[in-house]
């Protein structure tokens, strides 16, 4: 069954970074874009990055982009996220997730995205 497991949360403080990972098993890696997403206390579920199947094409919500950085091994079957220049804004529980349709364009909506991971925790300080 697909599977995906995130790891590599944990706390930082303001300026630092953390890299997540997200192993997947259970389908053809290599046939599909993935996605991670972020969850914040009382907010909506919100668009993090994006990276199509091979890596060449990346895709960034505003608020992360030129701090965020995507990418993915596929022979290790393993998406990753390093997050640099943390602010405490970026605290929230990050998911990753697999794109159900993996077309030529970049999407962002979480209906998008038909398996997720359990999630990871991200806290940063001031």
């Known amino acids: 069954q697909v599977q995906l497991v995130e790891s590599g949360g944990g706390s930082a403080q303001a300026g630092g970074s953390l890299r997540l990972s997200c192993a997947a098993s259970?389908?053809?890696?290599?046939?599909?874009?993935m996605g991670w997403f972020r969850q914040a206390p009382g907010k909506e579920r919100e668009f993090v990055a994006a990276?199509?199947?091979?890596?060449?094409?990346?895709y960034y919500a505003d608020a992360v982009k030129g701090r965020f950085t995507i990418s993915r091994d596929n022979p290790k079957r393993t998406v990753y996220l390093q997050m640099n220049s943390l602010k405490p804004d970026d605290t929230a529980v990050y998911y990753c997730?697999?794109?159900?349709?993996?077309?030529?364009?970049?999407?962002?909506?979480?209906?998008?995205?038909?398996?997720w991971g359990q999630g990871t925790q991200v806290t940063v300080s001031s």
């Open positions: 990276i199509n199947w091979s890596g060449s094409s990346t």
């Open positions: 997730a697999r794109d159900w349709k993996s077309g030529i364009t970049m999407r962002t909506k979480d209906v998008d995205y038909d398996y």
């Open positions: 259970g389908f053809t890696f290599t046939s599909y874009t």
